[in-house]
């Protein structure tokens, strides 16, 4: 893809974040974007959407992305870190109906300082930081394994067979 993926997970609806990624699309045609959707109401007019994708998929589309943007929840955080990926979050809100609580806020706030991953603060930021971000080649935040260091796993290990 080499563009923007945009995702609002699989749990709940994120119009606020497809509409200001459709908008933000409108005004750069030339910069694919694609926008994983989910259950919400708005549909982009400007950005090729999809509803739900298999894993598969959306590992691949996190994978090709220069940027990949998606709410602050820990599946989005953690796929850009696997893939290398820059993130850019815009975190639920309570007060917009869009979460029951306010937790994503207090993630972006805890883990929004590690290298290559981004939080905006509201839509004329995301939209500002998208921009800004495509622009620079700073660097991504470096890929996690999907496995624990072997010298961790040993000092577990060891841990537990103590007597």
Do not use: C
């Amino acid at each position: 893809m080499s563009g923007v993926f945009v995702s609002v997970g699989s749990m709940m609806p994120f119009d606020r974040l497809v509409q200001a990624m459709d908008e933000w699309a409108a005004a750069h045609p030339d910069v694919p974007v694609e926008i994983q959707i989910g259950r919400g109401t708005y549909e982009p007019r400007h950005a090729a959407f999809v509803r739900l994708m298999p894993v598969a998929d959306y590992r691949q589309r996190v994978a090709a992305a220069r940027l990949f943007i998606a709410h602050a929840g820990m599946g989005s955080i953690i796929s850009a870190i696997e893939a290398g990926k820059p993130l850019l979050m815009l975190p639920r809100l309570m007060a917009l109906g869009e979460h029951n609580t306010d937790h994503q806020l207090a993630t972006a706030a805890s883990i929004g300082a590690r290298p290559g991953l981004h939080v905006a603060a509201d839509i004329a930021d995301l939209q500002a930081r998208a921009t800004a971000l495509l622009a620079d080649s700073g660097a991504p935040p470096a890929p996690i394994s999907k496995f624990a260091d072997p010298g961790f796993t040993v000092r577990i290990r060891a841990f537990i067979d103590a007597p």
